[in-house]
């Protein structure tokens, strides 16, 4: 029987060839890079599927809450304090991203930054620093939101009773 067969996805972090994609399943690793690589659908018409790293997903993800919150606080009428939250959350999902790639980094010893690929030493040295720099990311919204869990509204003081009036 003559199949067409599809031709092998390409990794679009390092360009390397990856396994055929199983049916069904959303995200593959690279075998190169080892980072998760998400399959979607662009055109459902032409069944057209496009493939991204999940980090860039996240990010993208990110900052789409982190506008949104932003603009909620500002036309919304909300608090001053509530911007804590619509910065502290994107914060820490860019940190939990930063954290992984820059382990994946340093472990693989492939990097991409800047539409550079880089390999080897180089790409270590920027995996160690992009994690700490995430770890660093993560500790600072950690901090925001536990200081978003501090600030409170102020409490009025009760109006005294009606039997604590009559006992003055």
């Known amino acids: 029987m003559n ?3 599809l031709p092998r996805p390409v990794c679009p972090y390092c360009q390397a060839q990856m396994r055929r994609w199983p049916l ?31 980090y860039t997903v996240i990010h993208a ?35 939990a991203s930063d954290i992984a790639d820059g382990w994946l980094s340093w472990r693989t010893g492939v990097d991409r930054g800047w539409r550079k690929l880089r390999t080897g030493r180089v790409a270590r040295a920027i995996g160690v620093a ?17 200081a978003y869990g501090e600030l409170r509204q102020p409490t009025r003081p ?10 003055r």
């Open 24 to 54: 069904g399943q959303p995200v593959l690793a690279c075998d190169t890079c080892r980072r998760p690589i998400l399959r979607y659908l662009a055109r459902p018409r032409a069944r057209i599927f496009r493939l991204r790293p999940v």
């Open 61 to 95: 993800v990110a900052l789409v809450i982190l506008f949104a919150a932003v603009a909620t606080v500002a036309f919304g009428g909300l608090e001053t304090r509530h911007v804590i939250l619509a910065i502290g959350i994107p914060i820490a999902m860019f940190g």
């Open 158 to 167: 009760a109006a005294p009773s009606l039997a604590q009036q009559s006992t």
């Open 130 to 146: 992009r994690t700490a720099f995430g770890v660093a990311g993560v500790a600072v919204a950690v901090i925001g939101l536990l």
């Open 3 to 5: 199949m067409m067969s």
